[in-house]
């Protein structure tokens, strides 16, 4: 990862630990981030941290984060696309226990999140997120090898003029701080 690459990027809720290693971007989350709302629980959570650039556009964003051991606590390690505090998607690994991998994916409209999850093959070190923008249409992609590609969902995400911020988020919804390495592989039209 150039840092060069990076100049562009900015943090929404900056974590306090973050250095830069030959491999990528260490980012360790604080515990009890996450990005989650529930208008019927009155619970709203916008503090996980987000690594983000804006566009106007078309793109495509590839990122790619390592684990220095698999997660549990629904430690969270993805991709983010925001337009506000109350509309954004969130995709990432999330796994309750490191028995089992899960890869999660949330869309909050209007300050109501979703949430779907799948199982993955266990254990999980790395995986490459995708993020393709047509329109106000994305489609989300993951890959355990980083070579083959596979589809995990179609979203509409409206946005105000067309902007949104896009990129790499971390989360520790638990009682304990989380640790991965982010590369940001590549940001193109």
């Known amino acids: 990862m150039l840092l060069d690459?990076?100049?562009d990027f900015e943090?929404?809720?900056e974590p306090e630990d973050v250095y830069f290693m030959e491999t990528?971007?260490?980012v360790v989350s604080k515990s009890k981030t996450d990005f989650w709302q529930s208008k019927g629980h009155k619970f709203q959570k916008d503090d996980g941290h987000f690594f983000y650039t804006e566009s106007k556009g078309d793109f495509r964003l590839i990122i790619k984060?390592?684990?220095e051991e698999p997660s549990d606590f629904f430690c969270q390690s993805g991709i983010m696309l925001r337009t506000d505090s109350q509309n954004w998607f969130k995709f990432s690994l999330m796994s309750e226990n490191k028995e089992q991998a899960k890869l999660g994916s949330s869309l909050t409209i209007s300050g109501s999140s979703d949430w779907a999850v799948i199982d993955l093959p266990n254990p999980v070190r790395e995986i490459w997120y995708k993020l393709v923008r047509n329109q106000d249409d994305?489609?989300?992609y993951y890959s355990l090898d980083g070579k083959k590609y596979?589809?995990?969902r179609l979203l509409y995400l409206p946005s105000e003029q067309g902007k949104v911020k896009v990129g790499a988020y971390i989360a520790s919804p638990q009682i304990k701080d989380f640790e991965a390495c982010l590369e940001i592989l590549d940001m193109g039209v």
């Open 5 to 7: 690459s990076l100049k």
């Open 11 to 13: 943090w929404y809720n």
């Open 65 to 67: 984060w390592r684990l």
């Open 24 to 26: 990528g971007m260490s």
């Open 150 to 152: 596979s589809q995990h």
């Open 138 to 140: 994305y489609i989300a």
